[in-house]
Nanobody, 120 residues
């Protein structure tokens, strides 16, 4: 069992930065791949970035390449999403999720989400 709690969302002006954190509980967290997802009102959920259990493999949505960086610290049971050069279209609820395979995973465990709002 893995429990995930996101934090770090907020309101930021376009061009600004935020770092989202995903705190995990469970001794086997380091065995899980983790993904960051986002969903804006009226839109489908989008995969933003994923990271393998070791951190050696990462994927990004085309829309965030060069702006967002996913990382993890298994010793602290943490996964991060550093978001730079934010745009209004990045506004969404952001969720982290954990799954046992990478890059294609069935994400079994989900956090409650954190809201990111980017203003002009």
């Amino acid at each position: 069992q893995v429990q995930l709690v996101e934090s770090g969302g907020g309101l930021v002006q376009a061009g600004g930065s935020l770092r989202l954190s995903c705190a995990a509980s469970g001794r086997t967290f380091s065995s899980y791949a983790v993904g960051w997802f986002r969903q804006a009102p009226g839109a489908e959920r989008e995969t933003v970035a994923t990271i393998s259990w070791s951190g050696g493999g990462r994927t990004y949505a085309d829309s965030v390449i060069g702006r967002f960086t996913i990382s993890r610290d298994n010793a602290k049971n943490m996964v991060y999403l550093q978001m730079n050069s934010l745009k209004p279209e990045d506004t969404a609820a952001y969720y982290c999720a954990a799954g046992l395979t990478w890059p294609t995973a069935t994400y079994e465990y989900w956090g409650q989400g954190t809201q990111v709002t980017v203003s002009l």
